[in-house]
Nanobody
């Protein structure tokens, strides 16, 4: 059974930094893209970042581009999202996701999902 478990969500002040982690288990994730999405109350789930299984290619949503870095450790089956210069509009539940194949921006293209980690940025 595939499990994705997020950690690192918390309350942080605007301008601060945050590191989210996702631990994956239940299968081998070679050939899988790992990604992060977020969803604020009343809004659609939004693409944040994704990284190809080799770690050689990373993609970012416009709202976090230049402020975030996604990375993965295939030996540990983990993926992390480092977010800097946080803004109140970054407040959302952040979800780890995985799909077999190359990175995609649509949430519907991802097969596996974690339960989410809440990030709250205070002004």
């Amino acid at each position: 059974q595939v499990q994705l478990v997020e950690s690192g969500g918390r309350l942080v002040q605007a301008g601060g930094s945050l590191r989210l982690s996702c631990a994956a288990s239940g299968r081998t994730f070679s050939g899988h893209t790992m990604g992060w999405f977020r969803q604020a109350p009343g809004k659609e789930r939004e693409f944040v970042a994704a990284v190809w299984w080799s770690g050689s290619s990373a993609y970012y949503g416009d709202s976090v581009k230049g402020r975030s870095t996604i990375s993965r450790d295939n030996a540990k089956n983990t993926v992390t999202l480092q977010m800097n210069s946080l803004k109140p509009e970054d407040t959302a539940a952040y979800y780890c996701a995985a799909r077999y194949g190359s990175p995609r921006y649509a949430a519907s293209d991802y097969s596996y999902w974690g339960q989410g980690a809440q990030v709250t940025v205070s002004s």
